[in-house]
């Protein structure tokens, strides 16, 4: 597969399709299953609250991939990612409730670069605050 966006067809500031993310507990437990990451800080409460967090927290590999979503969804090949990074800066506190958390996440074209690649910014925040920093994706397009 290849991008299903043209290379000739984005512009520095094109806005992706912005996104949001519901989280819950239970999504964190069928995470921790898939990754083998089954860190207390992410299911259990009283730990998470002993080691200073104000409650459970999502996994940050959790919610950086649900940001790549929108890069992935937009270009339409998950595979046209050639590169992904990101700082991490506050966590993603996900209550106890029916209603969790909801990461919110927007991007834009940042830069056109050679061989038919762009540099995507991404935002993602949750509660108000930003969750993730420098979140930047090159790929490559059709």
């Known amino acids: 597969m290849t991008a299903k966006i043209g290379y000739d067809e984005v512009e520095v500031g094109t806005e992706l399709p912005a996104r949001s993310f519901p989280v819950t507990r239970a999504t964190l437990v069928r995470y921790a299953g898939a990754s083998g990451d089954f860190n207390p800080i992410h299911w259990n409460e009283k730990f998470a609250k002993e080691v200073g967090l104000p409650d459970v927290i999502a996994h940050g590999m959790f919610t950086m991939a649900e940001a790549i979503r929108v890069v992935t969804d937009w270009a339409g090949d998950p ?4 590169e992904y ?7 993603v506190v996900v209550p106890n409730d029916d209603q969790g958390a909801v990461i919110e996440v927007s991007a834009k074209v940042a830069a056109k670069l050679d061989d038919k690649r762009v540099r995507v910014d991404l935002t993602a925040t949750s509660a108000g605050q930003k969750v993730l920093g420098m979140s930047r994706a090159v790929v490559r397009l059709g």
């Not at 595979?79 to 050639?82: D, F, L, P, T």
């Not at 990101?86 to 966590?91: A, C, D, E, H, L």
């Open 79 to 82: 595979g046209s990612v050639v």
């Open 85 to 91: 990074g990101v700082r991490f800066t506050k966590p």
